[in-house]
């Protein structure tokens, strides 16, 4: 590693380079947009860019029509702008740690050819979707419905690769850390830990497939984790080290990022890293989207509508979706879809054919076999995550 | 020098893709926030969160970026900073 100090100092140079931009961020002309702005990194399709540096680039919604959401259309997210090009034969996975036993370090290859494979269908979701439909707004991306996808995963279990290192009788909790930095030595580094249970979970893989191909680099090429039921914050991307610790991980972003307030939302299962106040996020919760209406459209009268839309919960599994087209007032069963596994959203449509010409609300609303439900509104919290809110939808019949 | 490399190659892309098209409100800092903030991060973390905070919420907002994010703003900075953001992208 060469001395970031250095690179500071290159960087400003690289920037003061780029002295168009600066020229034209000087002669400000243009209005701030606002508005959604398109756009396709390398290897992507056009994704609605929320920011460029870190990228974090949404998915619109209609591409979850998809019972899996295609690679080049998969959502973006990185907490640091340094997100080098892994080659996948000088790529290393350290297993390391105070409570292992003997410290490995594995190639992809050896990852491949040493291990059992496993697959899973699991939906991948952002903390902090629908963070922009907070009221009051809530600081931080301001994400639509478009941080999460569905995908076929392909790798081994993180705890077969435990195993072949040796977890010792103190291990507590299980780190993880990829190949993105920050620009600055400074900045602390993006390092998440599981609950040793959650890491040695059959169904915690270690991926390096996504819907039958390698991974795409903006997912996390070579390699990254799967925690099937648990929110995406966990799912390190381009995975380089893995961590068996005696004690609790205290970087930032267990102890102070991702956080929600205790006992406002269902799931408790990460006791080493709960405050008498508050307590990592874990697992999502039970919630439900509708893909192909738009809040304000008009579709013609007399003519059958069909509505339909994703639901997710924590892998319990959806026991039910209902839709209403009266503003709550009755519910209607919607069709489920093939079921994937519990750990894969549950595709549904609903026929619906308006006999009036008029204005219908349109709600969905999906229960969990855990029995839990969506709320009518959002529950708050500081960071603004979970938000499952049941969607209204007003659309025009003419 | 491969991670200097890596660093660069990520700002050429990313100006490429568009980050250049982002422009800031006119007023007293602006140039500071640029040279400060876009160190980092590109400018639409700014503009993304225009309205949603108040001057309290971008000073814990800025404060931040220092003292976690290891941001090396010095005070006078800092408070330049803040003062633009609370002018022009204000709750």
């Known amino acids: 590693m060469v001395d970031r100090r250095h690179f500071i100092k290159k960087v400003a140079g690289g920037l003061a380079a780029l002295g168009s931009w600066f020229l034209l961020q000087r002669s400000s002309l243009a209005a701030d947009p606002v508005a959604t702005i398109t756009d396709a990194l390398t290897g992507k399709k056009a994704l609605i860019k929320k920011s460029y540096r870190p990228p974090n680039y949404e998915t619109p919604v209609n591409y979850f029509d998809a019972p899996f959401t295609p690679n080049d259309l998969f959502f973006v997210r990185y907490h640091h702008s340094v997100i080098p090009e892994v080659k996948a034969e000088e790529w290393r996975l350290r297993v390391g740690g105070d409570a292992v036993r003997t410290p490995l370090e594995l190639t992809l290859e050896q990852l491949r050819r040493d291990f059992k494979p496993a697959e899973i269908a699991?939906?991948?979701?952002?903390?902090?979707?629908?963070?922009?439909?907070?009221?009051?707004?809530?600081?931080?991306?301001?994400?639509?419905?478009?941080?999460?996808?569905?995908?076929?995963?392909?790798?081994?279990?993180?705890?077969?690769?435990?195993?072949?290192?040796?977890?010792?009788?103190?291990?507590?909790?299980?780190?993880?850390?990829?190949?993105?930095?920050?620009?600055?030595?400074?900045?602390?580094?993006?390092?998440?830990?599981?609950?040793?249970?959650?890491?040695?979970?059959?169904?915690?893989?270690?991926?390096?497939?996504?819907?039958?191909?390698?991974?795409?680099?903006?997912?996390?090429?070579?390699?990254?984790?799967?925690?099937?039921?648990?929110?995406?914050?966990?799912?390190?991307?381009?995975?380089?080290?893995?961590?068996?610790?005696?004690?609790?991980?205290?970087?930032?972003?267990?102890?102070?990022?991702?956080?929600?307030?205790?006992?406002?939302?269902?799931?408790?299962?990460?006791?080493?890293?709960?405050?008498?106040?508050?307590?990592?996020?874990?697992?999502?919760?039970?919630?439900?989207?509708?893909?192909?209406?738009?809040?304000?459209?008009?579709?013609?009268?007399?003519?059958?509508?069909?509505?339909?839309?994703?639901a997710w919960d924590d892998g319990n599994g959806i026991a039910r979706v209902e839709i209403s087209t009266d503003d709550g007032v009755s519910w209607h069963h919607a069709t489920l879809k093939q079921d994937y596994g519990r750990f894969s959203w549950r595709q549904w449509r609903y026929d619906f054919e308006p006999k009036r010409t008029r204005e219908y609300r349109i709600m969905a609303r999906a229960t969990s076999h855990s029995g839990a439900s969506q709320p009518f509104e959002p529950i708050p919290n500081p960071s603004g995550y979970h938000h499952n809110a049941v969607q209204k939808i007003a659309i025009q019949v003419a | 020098m491969r991670t200097l490399f890596l660093l660069l190659s990520v700002f050429t892309i990313a100006a490429a893709a568009g980050e250049s098209q982002i422009v800031l409100k006119d007023g007293q800092g602006k140039n500071l926030v640029i040279s400060q903030c876009a160190m980092c991060h590109s400018l639409d973390y700014i503009t993304m969160n225009d309205k949603i905070l108040d001057r309290a919420g971008w000073e814990k907002t800025v404060g931040k970026m220092i003292n976690v994010m290891g941001a090396p703003i010095g005070d006078a900075d800092k408070q330049i900073i803040i003062d633009y953001l609370a002018r022009n992208y204000v709750k």
Request: charged share 20%; glycine share 10%; proline share 7%.
């Open chain 1, 122 to 310: 699991a939906l991948c979701l952002c903390s902090g979707n629908r963070r922009g439909l907070f009221q009051p707004h809530v600081p931080g991306v301001q994400w639509g419905s478009g941080a999460m996808g569905n995908a076929l995963w392909r790798g081994v279990r993180l705890r077969d690769v435990l195993a072949g290192a040796g977890i010792g009788e103190s291990a507590l909790e299980v780190s993880l850390d990829g190949a993105d930095s920050g620009t600055l030595k400074t900045t602390p580094d993006f390092i998440k830990s599981l609950p040793l249970a959650k890491a040695l979970d059959e169904n915690t893989l270690i991926a390096f497939e996504m819907n039958g191909e390698p991974l795409p680099h903006w997912n996390g090429f070579p390699a990254r984790l799967i925690i099937p039921g648990w929110t995406a914050t966990y799912w390190m991307k381009h995975l380089t080290e893995v961590n068996v610790l005696s004690k609790p991980f205290d970087g930032f972003w267990m102890k102070t990022a991702y956080r929600i307030p205790r006992d406002r939302f269902p799931g408790r299962q990460f006791s080493s890293q709960e405050t008498a106040t508050n307590m990592p996020i874990t697992e999502m919760v039970v919630n439900s989207l509708i893909t192909n209406l738009i809040d304000g459209q008009t579709v013609p009268a007399f003519k059958p509508l069909e509505i339909k839309g994703v």
